[in-house]
T-cell receptor, first 113, second 114 residues
Framework: DSGVTQTPKHLITATGQRVTLRCSPR?????VYWYQQSLDQGLQFLIQ???????AKGNILERFSAQQFPDLHSELNLSSLELGDSALYFC????????????FGEGSWLTVV | AQKVTQAQTEISVVEKEDVTLDCVYETRDTTYYLFWYKQPPSGELVFLIR??????QNEISGRYSWNFQKSTSSFNFTITASQVVDSAVYFCALYGGSQGNLIFGKGTKLSVKP
């Protein structure tokens, strides 16, 4: 158990819909990362937050957005879903200043039908 | 630009064989971190090891060992006496200060047959 919690574990939704994926980082970790893993694109970095502020942006579509709340949990919002958004979405958190290990949650499997 | 290359897409071995997974990286950062993760069929990403750029000591953990060589920008992973439970996709990843996030290789799928 990495200590990073993601919900839901599985989600099936229709095209055009909107979903929210939730992540709770490890206790004490301030950084949260979101990654997308699809069969053809591998593991792609989407976005990073640190203590509530956006720190880095990767290949995140405009239809996607995220935020990190004061209690440090994070949400990834995916809207106007397309078939190609079907993927495994990972959240990860990074150890604080004493270390830089990045731990991943179990992922949220999103299927768009 | 930062890049991680895992040239071996798939490897198949018979149980008890030793197997080495290759990882080559590119970075201009002087301080960086290298990682290996295991992704079993169930899908989760399991952290295996982190190596700092200033620490070139090889590491052994049970049947797992890692060989970090800055001169060749490589961070290879060896499993000794492989077991069926080692079957998974293994990812090498690079974290550098200039990038601020993990850059992953495409992964190597290891199949260990009984």
């Amino acid at each position: 158990d990495s200590g990073v919690t993601q919900t839901p574990k599985h989600l099936i939704t229709a095209t055009g819909q909107r979903v929210t994926l939730r992540c709770s980082p490890r206790s004490g970790d301030l950084s949260v990362y979101w990654y997308q893993q699809s069969l053809d694109q591998g593991l792609q970095f989407l976005i990073q937050y640190y203590n509530g502020e956006e720190r880095a942006k990767g290949n995140i579509l405009e239809r996607f957005s995220a935020q990190q709340f004061p209690d440090l949990h994070s949400e990834l919002n995916l809207s106007s879903l397309e078939l190609g958004d079907s993927a495994l979405y990972f959240c990860a958190s990074r150890e604080g200043s004493s270390g830089n290990t990045i731990y991943f949650g179990e992922g949220s499997w999103l299927t768009v039908v | 630009a930062q890049k991680v290359t895992q040239a071996q897409t798939e490897i198949s071995v018979v149980e008890k064989e030793d197997v080495t997974l290759d990882c080559v990286y590119e970075t201009r950062d002087t301080t960086y971190y290298l990682f290996w993760y295991k992704q079993p069929p169930s899908g989760e990403l399991v952290f295996l090891i982190r190596r700092n750029s200033f620490d070139e000591q090889n590491e052994i953990s049970g049947r797992y060992s890692w060989n970090f060589q800055k001169s060749t920008s490589s961070f290879n992973f060896t499993i000794t006496a492989s077991q069926v439970v080692d079957s998974a996709v293994y990812f090498c990843a690079l974290y550098g200060g200039s990038q601020g996030n993990l850059i992953f290789g495409k992964g190597t799928k290891l199949s260990v047959k009984p």
